[in-house]
């Protein structure tokens, strides 16, 4: 088992609709959850963080987290073409309160959003 | 504002030739500092590491080698490249939020 997991797509929307992707994750201590955006040839900027359990919004973008069913989504509401991407979802497990940044990634989702 | 520069931005090596990668941050200081790669239909990957001058930690057995020889400056090497070393490098900082921040990449085509 793949301890980020997200469906690789591709993810077709149409402009204006709602976009949901969706991460697992293996390990049970996982205490913070990004959603990173990288377009075709770049490199990926993150769009979300998530530490508690809920819903997070920031603009257009509302991300999920359930520890429990040890899983995190990102919404993208009113979607855009602009928004056509993958979209990489990212674990840390904080370790004795020491941070440094070992995120483990998903392979990405590849979301396309057509006119 | 932090900014984060990677240079060469694209590189084409011969098998077996060595390589040098730089990152420097600005506008920070004692950040953590990291090298993934990302290779073809592959995640990114974790290479090394660095909370301070000196300290390096590696995360894989590999043909590379990273240096912090500076407080703003990380470089990755290798001595003699191996045509599964090609990808799409990423130099990335952080504060101890674990949000990174990563540079525009240095993607390595071995040949």
């Known amino acids: 088992q793949k301890e980020v997991e997200q469906n690789s797509g591709p993810l077709s929307v149409p402009e204006g609709a709602i976009a949901s992707l969706n991460c697992t994750y293996s390990?049970?201590?996982?205490?913070?959850f990004f959603w990173y955006r990288q377009y075709s040839g770049k490199s990926p900027e993150l769009i979300m963080s998530?530490?508690?359990?809920g819903d997070k919004e920031d603009g257009r973008f509302t991300a999920q987290l359930n520890k429990a069913s040890q899983y995190v989504s990102l919404l993208i509401r009113d979607s855009q073409p602009s928004d056509s991407a993958t979209y990489l979802c990212?674990?840390?497990?904080?370790?004795?309160?020491?941070?440094?940044?070992?995120?483990?990634f998903g392979q990405g989702t590849i979301l396309t959003v057509h006119p | 504002s932090q900014t984060i520069h990677q240079w060469p931005a694209t590189l084409v090596q011969p098998v077996g030739s060595p390589l040098s990668l730089e990152c420097t941050v600005e506008?920070?200081?004692?950040?953590?500092l990291y090298w993934y790669r990302q290779a073809a239909g592959r995640g990114l990957q974790l290479l090394f590491y660095?909370?301070?001058?000196?300290?390096i930690s590696s995360e894989v057995p590999q043909n590379l080698s990273a240096s912090r020889p500076q407080d703003r400056q990380f470089i990755l090497s290798s001595k003699k490249l191996l045509l599964s070393d090609s990808g799409f490098y990423l130099c990335?900082?952080?504060?101890?939020?674990?949000?990174?921040?990563f540079g525009a990449g240095s993607r390595l085509t071995v040949l």
């Open positions: 390990d049970r201590v996982s205490q913070s």
């Open positions: 990212a674990v840390v497990r904080n370790a004795g309160g020491t941070s440094y940044g070992k995120l483990t």
């Open positions: 506008g920070t200081s004692n950040p953590n």
């Open positions: 998530i530490y508690s359990n």
């Open positions: 990335a900082w952080s504060r101890g939020a674990n949000v990174l921040t």
């Open positions: 660095s909370v301070g001058i000196g300290q």
